[in-house]
């Protein structure tokens, strides 16, 4: 939880400039993100007062994500990376923001360290239930780290 503004938000860092959270507020304006990333399929609200970018991979929490699922993680991952890279300020959000997020956010944190670390640094931020889904937990771990280099391109490591 962050208070900012006085509100309670339910987001925490995770690592520098990038954050991750649970549902978001649409009247609330998130002001201080260049992007924010909303996983729930269920939920994709309008962000009528947040001027940054909005990502909207959108797919569920399941054991047994489709193709479809993991690529648009894959892609919302990779569009974090570069953000974080070029300086921006990230909020990854899902709708308790344990396990979509934690799948976005450690794919994107998995580009330049060990899965098990981004596992870690979600952990010690959004707690134990953080990638409690075991799928997308193992996903993250097994992930191969890419270099994101000046153009802004991944390349495999």
Known sequence: MLA???RSLDLDRVAPKLYQGGAVDPSYHYGWFDMIVLCAIELQPELPHFRGEVVRPAFDDTVSPTRLDLTRAAVAADLVAKALHRGKCVLVTCRAGWNRSGLVSGLALGRSMPGAHAVSLIRRARGH???????FERIVRA???QHIDNRGSSVRL
């Open 4 to 6: 900012v503004d006085g």
């Open 129 to 135: 239930y953080a990638l409690c889904n075991s799928t």
């Open 143 to 145: 992930a191969p780290m």
